[in-house]
């Protein structure tokens, strides 16, 4: 009977404090988890999307935006409307983009990166062996793929909006902290790449 009576209030204490213990702690409704703070499982008109403004200044304004990181594809800092989207026998980026004309409408040029190619030529042989651009390599990690010029625009980089994209000026549900680093002074407005993409690769150079 001692026994029982010591186990039972033992017991008693421990659910005691286990509701304590709940109540306690903190709880967190679903909706206030995510950016969207409206009820999560219905579709009501208090839900809306912020609306995307792309800019509509018209190529040639003279409008840049700064890159978000050294070579990262720029945006595209003018109106994309009647260019997109970009099809097999139309891309009127290179009409303004392509290097023979870019300084006449005072566009940037598409840069040597995109004139390279960077997928070299690989092809398995009956006996298994590898070849890549004609060599025979043991092992696909040691072929140092440094790129062949084309002299022209690269089929991998004839879509243009697959990599620039215009930006909507609003919109931002998270702010940005993000400060960049650019070694080249004009780093911000600028790329490189065709020189310094293999840079820091070492398993590469043998
Ligand atoms: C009518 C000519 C014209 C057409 C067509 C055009 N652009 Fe442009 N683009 C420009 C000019 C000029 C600039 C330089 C900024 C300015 O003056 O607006 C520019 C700027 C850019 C930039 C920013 C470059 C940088 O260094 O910051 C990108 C990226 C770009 N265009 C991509 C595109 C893409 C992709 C297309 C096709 C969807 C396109 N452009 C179509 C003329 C054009
Ligand atoms: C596979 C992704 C990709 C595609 C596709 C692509 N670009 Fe780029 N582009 C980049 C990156 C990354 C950079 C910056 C680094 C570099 O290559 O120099 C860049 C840079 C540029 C620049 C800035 C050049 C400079 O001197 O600062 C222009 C202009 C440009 N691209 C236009 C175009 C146009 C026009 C097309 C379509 C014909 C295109 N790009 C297709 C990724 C891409």
Do not use: W
Not at 25 to 30: I, L, M, P
Not at 41 to 59: H, L
Request: charged share 20%; glycine share 8%; proline share 4%.
């Amino acid at each position: 009977m001692k026994i029982i009576s010591k186990l039972s209030l033992s017991l008693a204490a421990a659910a005691t404090l286990f509701v304590v213990g709940c109540s306690a702690a903190k709880t967190y409704s679903e909706e206030s988890l995510g950016l969207r703070k409206t009820n999560l499982y219905v579709e009501e008109a208090e839900t809306v999307g912020d609306e995307t403004k792309y800019d509509k200044s018209a190529a040639g304004s003279g409008v840049f935006i700064k890159r978000a990181f050294e070579n990262a594809p720029p945006m595209i800092s003018h109106d994309v409307e009647g260019m997109l989207p970009i099809k097999i026998g139309n891309n009127s980026c290179l009409s303004c983009h392509a290097p023979e004309v870019a300084a006449a409408v005072k566009a940037t040029p598409y840069p040597a990166s995109h004139m390279t190619n960077y997928r070299p030529d690989t092809a398995i042989g009956k006996d298994g062996r590898i070849t890549k651009q004609g060599g025979s390599v043991d092992n696909t990690a040691d072929f140092r793929n440094v790129g062949s010029k084309l002299g022209k625009l690269a089929g991998a980089r004839y879509n243009c909006s697959q990599c620039h994209a215009p930006q909507s000026g609003k919109g931002q549900l998270v702010e940005n902290n993000f400060q960049p680093d650019f070694r080249a002074a004009n780093g911000a407005n600028r790329s490189n790449q065709v020189t310094n993409l293999f840079e820091g690769i070492d398993t590469l150079i043998k």
